[in-house]
């Protein structure tokens, strides 16, 4: 772990296993780390990086509040499956944004939640496959997909598999509406309980506002 932790604070970039798929981390703070990243995994201006944390402690580097719903469904769901969408701080790293919001989890246990707690500080989650391909569940996999990046020195690789199955569910938290971006392994049904015990409802469509 301390080679990996060693990795991350020199900018490179880590794949590791999460509760469903590989992921590829970097330190989420670091420009030049982002740019690894997309030299290992191209991705256009309108995907946004979704990212782990390694505890609710670490939110206010990446968003400027935290509303009543949003520590809800954390409460309810965290560590774990769900992917919380706010409004971002205004001096985080664009490329890790979409639309103005930053989508972000604690990771349920896996290797990748042992590597976000060891390093501290927000990093990237993408899943480790180039675009358009199936998301890795082994460590072979990643070399197949993202061999040249390894052989390069930018990408190591944590061994071990995943699961495979669902990805996280996403959900877009704003005032007292929200909205599902991505119906994963959280039902869209247990959010919307969570939310109206926190005062707030689940819309069907539209960005909340």
């Given at each position: 772990?301390?080679?990996?932790?060693?990795?991350?604070?020199?900018?490179?970039?880590?794949?590791?296993?999460?509760?469903?798929?590989?992921?590829l981390?970097?330190?989420?703070?670091?420009?030049?780390?982002?740019?690894?990243?997309?030299?290992?995994k191209?991705?256009g201006?309108d995907?946004g990086?979704?990212?782990?944390?390694?505890?609710?402690?670490?939110?206010?580097?990446?968003?400027?509040?935290?509303?009543?719903a949003?520590?809800?469904?954390?409460?309810a769901?965290?560590?774990?499956p769900?992917?919380?969408?706010?409004?971002?701080?205004?001096?985080?790293?664009?490329?890790?944004?979409?639309?103005?919001?930053?989508?972000?989890?604690?990771?349920?246990?896996?290797?990748?939640?042992?590597?976000?707690?060891?390093?501290?500080?927000?990093?990237?989650?993408?899943?480790?496959?180039?675009?358009?391909?199936?998301?890795?569940?082994?460590?072979?996999?990643?070399?197949?997909?993202l061999?040249?990046?390894i052989?390069?020195?930018?990408?190591?690789?944590?061994?071990?598999?995943s699961?495979g199955?669902?990805?996280?569910?996403?959900v877009?938290?704003?005032?007292?509406?929200?909205?599902?971006?991505?119906e994963?392994?959280?039902?869209?049904?247990r959010?919307?309980?969570?939310?109206?015990?926190?005062?707030?409802?689940?819309?069907?469509?539209?960005?909340?506002?």
């Amino acid at each position: 772990m301390k080679e990996l932790i060693a990795a991350l604070e020199a900018g490179l970039v880590v794949a590791a296993a999460t509760e469903s798929f590989f992921g590829l981390f970097v330190d989420a703070t670091s420009s030049a780390a982002l740019d690894n990243l997309l030299r290992v995994k191209p991705r256009g201006a309108d995907k946004g990086i979704p990212l782990v944390m390694p505890h609710a402690s670490s939110w206010p580097l990446l968003v400027p509040e935290v509303p009543p719903a949003a520590r809800a469904l954390a409460d309810a769901f965290w560590p774990g499956p769900l992917t919380i969408a706010l409004p971002a701080r205004a001096e985080l790293d664009r490329r890790v944004t979409l639309d103005g919001s930053v989508a972000v989890r604690i990771p349920a246990p896996s290797p990748a939640a042992e590597l976000t707690r060891a390093f501290g500080k927000p990093l990237t989650a993408t899943s480790a496959n180039l675009p358009g391909d199936a998301p890795a569940t082994d460590e072979a996999a990643v070399a197949e997909q993202l061999g040249r990046a390894i052989a390069s020195g930018i990408l190591l690789v944590l061994p071990g598999t995943s699961p495979g199955g669902l990805p996280s569910t996403v959900v877009a938290v704003g005032g007292e509406r929200s909205r599902i971006v991505r119906e994963g392994r959280v039902a869209r049904a247990r959010v919307a309980e969570v939310l109206a015990g926190a005062g707030a409802r689940l819309d069907e469509a539209g960005w909340p506002s």
